[in-house]
């Protein structure tokens, strides 16, 4: 999500890019740091365990006409959500230990 270029024109669509999964874990990061930022980290964990685990279905993105992302909007259902990461890819970032806690 790019904060420092505005976007005059953008369309929404299901799903998240590959390419923007990036922005989408910045994203993530800035919209819960205050709260798990003890617990999760510092960001550059906290982006490496959100980056891979997005669920691309439970997403609705903004995209602008030059590709650009403005944002994302996550949601859950009974099949799964948009954060859908589990004790492996926690243990991955944070390490086994950790991970239990």
Do not use: N
Request: proline residues 10%.
């Amino acid at each position: 999500m790019s904060a420092d270029r505005p976007f005059r024109s953008f369309r929404i669509q299901h799903g998240l890019r590959p390419e923007h999964r990036d922005c989408a874990a910045q994203g993530y990061w800035h919209a819960v740091s205050r709260k798990l930022r003890y617990p999760l980290g510092p960001k550059t964990r906290l982006v490496a365990f959100i980056e891979p685990v997005p669920d691309p279905p439970h997403a609705i993105s903004a995209v602008s006409a030059e590709g650009g992302f403005p944002g994302v909007a996550g949601h859950s259902s009974p099949e799964g959500a948009f954060v859908s990461g589990g004790f492996q890819d926690l243990a991955a970032v944070y390490g086994r230990a950790t991970a239990v806690f």
